[in-house]
């Protein structure tokens, strides 16, 4: 019996993606294979306890997005990690787990909560969502949201 070898998907260098837990839909994102953790620009984050768990309160900043710009979201804390950032320096950032979809297909991932403002684009995704899953063109730019469109006009 021979074993199918799984394929991986080409994305391009951005794309749109969904992040539905947060009422998120097509939101501006950068691949970023030299990223390890995949990161979302927000603000005023806090963190408060009730029943024995920690949560994170934290407001979207996304001025492009009016629907999305300074939503508040709470969410399970996963993680308190030291993370570097793109001038290599190291920082302390929140990591939350929360779904994201891409061709489609729904993936778990971890994102570092950072204020991204000198960023052209909200959300970067990072080595951990992209391996195994993904190939990288840097030539193209959004194949999944293509594909998205595609499938609601029904073609």
Not at 120 to 139: A, H, M, N, Q, S
Request: hydrophobic content about 35%.
């Amino acid at each position: 019996m021979k074993t199918r070898k799984k394929v991986a998907k080409t994305i391009g260098r951005r794309d749109l993606v969904d992040l539905p837990e947060l009422g998120l839909f097509d939101i501006d994102a950068k691949i970023d294979t030299g990223a390890n953790t995949s990161a979302l620009h927000v603000k005023k984050i806090r963190v408060i306890e009730e029943e024995g768990k920690s949560w994170i309160k934290f407001r979207l900043a996304h001025p492009n997005h009016p629907a999305y710009n300074n939503k508040e979201i709470k969410l399970e804390m996963h993680a308190y990690r030291a993370i570097k950032n793109s001038f290599g320096q190291i920082e302390e950032r929140y990591i939350i787990k929360t779904s994201i979809i891409l061709f489609g297909k729904n993936y778990v991932a971890e994102f570092s909560l950072t204020d991204r403002s000198k960023m052209e684009c909200p959300v970067l995704l990072g080595r951990k969502l992209l391996y195994r899953k993904f190939i990288v063109d840097v030539t193209q730019k959004n194949l999944s949201y293509s594909r998205k469109q595609k499938r609601k006009i029904g073609k």
